[in-house]
Structure formats: structure tokens, C-alpha cells
């Protein structure tokens, strides 16, 4: 028996667990038990799916090479001849299938994001470019169906902004979303630019799992509550009234400020949503980094600091540093269109995975 095959005995044993599990009404009454096994069971399922159609091939292989040894038919060698040469590559298709569904998922991909886009070096071009990369991702959610919610937002300026967060809830969105973090850099005319030269600016992408009250103990004697009134847009009602909260964690000094909502509960609960995120990812950075050193990752490497994308309007041309893609579709990236990206970022990182030995 192949490896493969001794591996998918123990994957089937867990499967027919979880399938059994899953119409237990003790487990259907517990919510957070059910959901999480409800996730096992779709995963594990894909897997065999793919395993049913390769034990099948393996079969009708073995089937065939009996035909060629021990039948005189000239008929039958010649079919069971034929049959081997349209098997034998479905056999290596479906090995290198199954060997990318045996590289383990990181258990934060299907965990629910927010992002943080923050204008960097460049003045009021690179609020600008915040924006632009702001209604890029919205335009990307939009096409994978996913529902997205404003947490707040400082304008540029000129347009744009110099810091917006939104939260994007939906299937893998963090395993889909984790390779934007970083720094991206644009080269372009700017609109505030009379000699027509170009310039280079930049903005910073923060892609946090969602946490949930379980991956972090925040302890209230650990969180200083301040209120305020808003600042900007928003009407009489939102500056006349303090319902602007900030939230800084005592222990590590991280500050987080919500003012969008007009009621203080609201602004409180996206706050305290935000802050739990980043103490997890804070966490999650170190793990990151030794994940990376290990595998010499080029891909994910938790440093936020690493400048990773380039878009340069003048030749219509991205390119993402990490892996060395360069594509000459600027405006339909620009438009939301991020498949061809994200999917080349994630094959380099399962090759990485491969090389190193992860696998189920």
C-alpha cells in the first residue's frame, strides 16, 4: 500500500468521526462545538473526495497491469494498454491534488479580518493612495461576496485618507487577505503635481485575524476608557455629544480609537473589537517570524514594515516583490481584480510549506 493510502485510513477514521459527530443533538446544542466541527467536516471531506477518485484510479491501474501480464487476448492488451496511458497521469494529477490539501491550514485562515490602511511617506498623495487601495479591497470583497463595515476613519487632506479600518466578514477571509500586509508603493503623476513629474509614495496594509473573546483575555482593569466628542464629518449630533471612545490597553501600550458611530455603546464595542485583534496579531507576528525563519520565507513573514507590492501607473505595471510577479493589468487590479495575486502568493507559500515537511 502506497503512503497516500495508509494516510487516508487514518483521514477516513476522522472523517466518519465528525460525520457522526455532527447529527449528535449533544453537539448540535453546543454552538461553538458544532461550528468548529461543522469546518472539520467540510475540510476533511474535500480530502476525501479527492482520495475516492485516486483509490479508484489506483484500482483500475492495478486492474490493468493484471490484463497486460496475464492475458493472451491481443483485444484486451490492446484496451487495457490504453486505458493504463489515460490513468497514469490522473494518477500523478490527483497525488499532487491530494499532497496541496495535506499541507495543514493555518488555523487563523478561516478566521473573519479587519483591515487597517494607513498613508505613509508621500503627504497628501499617499492619503490619496490609501484611498484607492481602500476602495480596491471593497471592490474585491464585493466580487467574492463578502460583507464588509466601516470602524473608522481619518480623511487626507486632499481626498483619501490617512488612516481607515473596516472589518470583512466571510469564508477563508483571513487566509485569502493575510498576504496584503505590508507596505505598497506607488510610483504616479500626482493630482497635486504641477511639473508633471513622478513621484513615489506609500501606505501601510494591516490585515488582523478577528479575535475572539476566547483567543484573548482582556481583563477590564487592564483597558483606561477615555470619551470624547468627534472630530469631522458626521453632523451637529456628533460633535455636541462625547460618544468618541479611546481604549488603551495598559500592558502594552497599545491605543485604539473609534468616533464613526453616533452612539458611545456602538463606538465602545468596535473599539474593543479592534484592540482584541491587534493584541492577538501581535502575538501572531512572533509566531509568523518563526515560521518564516524556519521555511526562509519569502512570502509571510509577519514584518509589517516589509515593502512588498509596487504600482507603477505610468507602465500599467504591479508587481509584488515578494515572489518576483510582475502582471501588466494595473487598472483591473486597481478595479478589484486580486485572484491572480493572491493565488500565485498562496501556491508559493504551500510550496513552502512542502519543502519544509508540513503536512497532515
Not at 498576504?179 to 497635486?192: D, I, K, L, M, N
Request: glycine residues 6%.
Amino acid at each position: 500500500m502506497s503512503d497516500l493510502l495508509k494516510k487516508y485510513e487514518g483521514i477516513k477514521i476522522r472523517f466518519d468521526e465528525v460525520s457522526n459527530l455532527i447529527v449528535d443533538p449533544d453537539v448540535i446544542s453546543d454552538v461553538k462545538r458544532y461550528v468548529k466541527l461543522n469546518k472539520e467536516y467540510k475540510d476533511l471531506k474535500k480530502i476525501v473526495d479527492v482520495f475516492e477518485k485516486y483509490k479508484n484510479v489506483v484500482e483500475n491501474i492495478q486492474s490493468s497491469k493484471e490484463i497486460l501480464s496475464s492475458n493472451e487476448d491481443a483485444e484486451f492488451k490492446e484496451m487495457a494498454k490504453m486505458e493504463l496511458e489515460e490513468l497514469e497521469p490522473q494518477k500523478e494529477q490527483l497525488e499532487e491534488e491530494i499532497k496541496m490539501l495535506l499541507i495543514p491550514k493555518d488555523p487563523e485562515d478561516s478566521k473573519n479580518v479587519i483591515i487597517e490602511i494607513r498613508a505613509g511617506t508621500g503627504g497628501d498623495e499617499a492619503s490619496i493612495f490609501a484611498g484607492d487601495l481602500y476602495r480596491m479591497y471593497i471592490k474585491y470583497i464585493e466580487k467574492k461576496g463578502w460583507k464588509y463595515e466601516l470602524m473608522t476613519e481619518h480623511e487626507g487632506t486632499s481626498g483619501g485618507f490617512k488612516e481607515i479600518s473596516f472589518s470583512v466578514e466571510g469564508e477563508d477571509v483571513y487566509g485569502t487577505l493575510k498576504f496584503e500586509s505590508g507596505v505598497h508603493r506607488v510610483q504616479r503623476v500626482p493630482a497635486t503635481e504641477s511639473q508633471g513629474r513622478v513621484h513615489t509614495s506609500a501606505a501601510t496594509v494591516a490585515v488582523l485575524p478577528e479575535a475572539e473573546d476566547v483567543d484573548v483575555d482582556l481583563r477590564d482593569e487592564d483597558i483606561k476608557k477615555d470619551t470624547f466628542r468627534s472630530s469631522g464629518a458626521g453632523g451637529q449630533h456628533v460633535n455636541k455629544t462625547e460618544s468618541a471612545v479611546r481604549l488603551t490597553h495598559i500592558p502594552t501600550g497599545i491605543v485604539v480609537e473609534c468616533q464613526d458611530g453616533r452612539s458611545q455603546i456602538k463606538n465602545y464595542e468596535k473599539a474593543l473589537k479592534v484592540l482584541r485583534s491587534r493584541i492577538y496579531e501581535m502575538e501572531l507576528q512572533k509566531v509568523q517570524q518563526e515560521r518564516a525563519a524556519a521555511r526562509k520565507s519569502q512570502v509571510s513573514t509577519g514584518d509589517r514594515s516589509a515593502k512588498i507590492r509596487t504600482y507603477n501607473f505610468p507602465q500599467g505595471r504591479v508587481t509584488d516583490h515578494r515572489i518576483g510577479l510582475t502582471l501588466y493589468n494595473l487598472d483591473a487590479v486597481m478595479n478589484g481584480d486580486l485572484d491572480e495575486i493572491i493565488e500565485a502568493l498562496r501556491m508559493a507559500e504551500n510550496a513552502e510549506k512542502m519543502e519544509a515537511g508540513e503536512t497532515l
